[in-house]
């Protein structure tokens, strides 16, 4: 039995046969590195795991795989975090599932830390993305990695928000970390090689499948202390993942909304299951037990900056309305409401609608 | 020991004097009707109950009191159903604190029937409002009678909505029923007075006092099987009503909202200690255990009458739209919307708002 210290790219060879987690336990404890299972013989494996378990391990690997995944490590920046490895994430190890070994980009000291997955729609409303970036970015700044899965939508949301807080984010996606999918965040998924982390229990060359996702998913719960859902749909894989967190034994959160948005009818399941409803991030960390930093969880919301910006608030309410009704409402000529409107638009207090409108955007 | 029967008036009489359950309780075990206890001696009195309570009984009621209670008998609509009447609502014989006499004007048999309370914010937003009466409408359609508390605002739309469905409704008022209180709902309080029923625990000629609504609250509760709160404030006299609903042992639901909405945060703050968090009318009937009736709880959603109107409805999706912006986005002339606009704002399927505004409105 070997023992000397095995390369990544034995760990990834053996992950790439893709065994039941028992029967590689079974295998690492009988032979003691991958290098030993690999060139274990028929016989010995047979001994150790049932013979069709046996008969993969024998087989050699799709030498295309082998290849992409040795080319992908030539790249200083990438790494193979394996189970002999500290920094795996621990979070991951009591699961029964936990990958063999996962491909990553980025700062591995994020793996071992307090983390928080949000998670929700790909087709989020656009007050829904902002309560996911404020989520994140308060969440961030108390102290939490936020984990989510690189989608649009809410996930892409809370990774923005995460690298706008304090802390940072990890990105677990269901495809080789050479496939970042989809294409529309992949200048999101440079940002995050840099400053958090990207994670694929997935090979090189991995391309989308359906079936990866949930894997993916279980994952991102995994990671976490507990998950919160921001926007799903009732037939939504994020739904899936707040199930895996119950499984998990993690802490389950979604915010609600209004009883006639189907982007929220998910959330509302969740919370009749026993999800805890949350409206701040102030509601998470007093479940997970964490004090708000310094003066309370950081509001950075911004605020009007000039006396008329304060009256076009003031005058917007709740209403979707047009320059003509501002200049009414507020009796300031309209240049100087189309100033203080695009002041108010770039500091992100409203939002254009279609029709030439303006409707206020709330943040936490 | 006197047997015989006693009148209203006696009743009332020994309603005014505002003693306490347990000593109305002894009373009235010892001498058998309120004549009996009212021509009882101090001495008598006071071998039943403290001496205190004793001079409360053997003082003469406040005139003025009672000859406003003699006039409003008179009327032959009125009533005092107290604890001999068999009409006296059931359901609040068990709290502890049934009031001893209820003055009532409407239809009695309502008093035993299965209800459900629904309350919530005086200052509701339109929205808010129509999920009222829309939740009041398909409960009554199902069989229950829908009590509240006659307060503008989700209790107006919610007694709207009963009165609209197939059942009824009871408002539970907090002042004298010679004073209906807003004056904003008389017209309402008179359909309901015909259609349904009005209690108040309260003689003729109190006006409202702040110290007699959470009173009021309480028989709200005490008469249902459970009670929905649609749109309500951290700070709300819907939040009494759903705390002792609790303590009653019924059931409490909540619709949820926008966490920005700060209506809907008391509903939040209910769906978290415990209340359940209902969408729609079906999801209440469930948990009371009462099936739907034929057909599933009626939808009676208007639906759009014209091509155009359906057009225009998809066109406004969940925007604010001018009629501008509605010409460009269907291609039909503005003649055509506009009278495609005045035919869905009558069937109640969109509102004007501020603006020259539209904005689609949801009916469960």
Redesign the interface.
């Known amino acids: 039995m070997s023992v000397a210290a095995s390369t990544p790219e034995a760990w990834a060879t053996l992950s790439l046969k893709a065994l039941p987690h028992d029967a590689l336990v079974a295998l690492l404890r009988a032979f003691g590195t991958p290098d030993a299972v690999l060139s274990a013989t028929r016989a010995e494996l047979g001994a150790v795991v049932p013979d069709a378990i046996a008969a993969r391990v024998a087989e050699p690997v799709d030498e295309t795989s082998l290849a992409l995944t040795r080319t992908w490590l030539a790249d200083p920046a990438h790494e193979i975090i394996a189970w002999d490895n500290t920094d795996y994430p621990r979070a991951l190890l009591d699961l029964g599932y936990a990958p063999l070994a996962l491909f990553f980009v980025g700062r591995r000291e994020l793996l071992n830390r307090p983390a928080l997955a949000i998670v929700g729609s790909r087709n989020a409303t656009a ?1 829904g993305a902002l ?1 996911a970036q404020a989520f994140a970015k308060a969440l961030s700044d108390a102290g939490l990695t936020i984990v989510s899965g690189l989608a649009v939508g809410i996930d892409a949301a809370a990774h923005e928000g995460a690298l706008e807080g304090l802390g940072s984010t990890l990105a677990v996606v269901g495809t080789g970390l050479d496939r970042v999918y989809p294409a529309r965040n992949r200048e999101l998924a440079h940002r995050i090689a840099a400053h958090g982390g990207l994670i694929s229990e997935f090979p090189p060359g991995t391309p989308p499948k359906a079936m990866n996702f949930p894997r993916r998913n279980r994952l991102i719960s995994g990671l976490a202390r507990g998950v919160l859902v921001v926007e799903a749909a009732l037939l939504s894989g994020s739904l899936v993942t707040a199930r895996h967190a119950g499984e998990q034994g993690r802490e389950v959160f979604a ?6 948005s189907p982007l ?2 998910g959330c ?1 399941k969740l ?2 299951e026993g999800a ?5 991030a102030q509601d998470i960390l007093g479940e997970l037990g964490m004090a708000a930093p310094e003066g309370g969880v950081a509001k950075h919301a911004a605020s009007p900056a000039t006396d008329a910006e304060a009256a076009l608030l003031d005058a917007l309410g709740g ?4 320059v ?2 501002l200049v009414t409402r507020t009796g300031m000529t309209s240049a100087i409401v189309m100033a203080a409107l695009t002041g108010l638009e770039l500091s992100g207090q409203l939002a254009a ?5 303006w ?1 206020r955007l ?1 943040r ?1």
Chains 1, 2 share one sequence.
């Open positions: 007050q309560d915010s609600p909304g209004s009883i006639h929220s009818k509302h919370i009749r805890k409803l949350v409206e701040t209403d979707c309305v047009g003509d009704t609608i279609p029709g030439g409108l409707q709330h936490t």
